[in-house]
């Protein structure tokens, strides 16, 4: 059995339980507000995501802006993680760590950002196409896009969180693509990471009902190839376990009386390439 527990501004945060939150309009604006600057960065990245520059430079930029805009960024000492975001190229799945290494012509690169805002965390990523890319390349990123706006159809009260993901998971794999299970959606407000785990394959019908107020992101990973993945060294990065291209696309979300509000649209109409 699921349990609901209703909050409110005064409540302290309390600490990752099973329990979901419901949030009233004082979550809403300031998930409002969070998702707004995540979207922002994202959106001032554009120009940016070119052949020649580092993900070292992308991370300066993000870390600049979140500051700029008032906030801090999740991931910055987040355990033990140095950066402000994640930059995640090609076969690398999710969890890509900045460095010193520049992007080339044809690359697809993920970056995934987190402010929080007066205590809020806005929680976003979309994909950069890097100079001229191969058609199979910007393929799986359509398709990867789409799965998550199929998923987010889904999002509305009465639906079960497993209606979501088995509208991503039909979508992927109608296009013979993996869907990743290492890795998954989750609540967020107040806190990073949170209750429900949303994953991103399953049967509907099934998982915790969707009720109005419940926030969460959706977060689809899909590999050109098989789903399984491998971490590196460094303990972060993780990569598809054949080396194929995967491509991510995630947003921060609230669910209304009617469906959903999608926190962290982009304000320029800038929410997936071609930019
Ligand atoms: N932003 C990622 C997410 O969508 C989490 C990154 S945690 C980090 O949940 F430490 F790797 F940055
Ligand atoms: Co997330
Ligand atoms: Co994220």
Known sequence: MTEYILVGAEDRVEARSNTIKLHGPDGFEGMRRAGRLAAEILDALVPHVVPGVTTQDIDDIVYRMTLDGGGTPATLGYRGYTKSCCTSINHVVCHGIPADKALKDGDIV??????????????TSRMYLVGDVALKARKLVDVTYECLMLGLEQAKPGNRLGD?????????????????????????????????????????????????????????MINIGRAECKMLDDGWTAVTRDRSLSAQFEHSIGITETGHEVFTKSPKGLDKPPY
């Open 110 to 123: 993920n970056v995934d950002v987190t402010p929080i805002l007066d205590g809020w965390h806005g929680d």
């Open 164 to 220: 979501i993901s088995h509208a991503i998971q039909a979508h992927a794999e109608k296009h013979r693509y993996g869907v990743v299970r290492d890795f998954c959606g989750h609540g967020v407000g107040r806190l990073f990471h949170d209750s429900p785990e949303v994953v991103h394959a399953g049967r509907p019908g099934t998982g915790p009902e969707l009720k109005p107020g419940m926030f969460f992101t959706v977060e689809p």
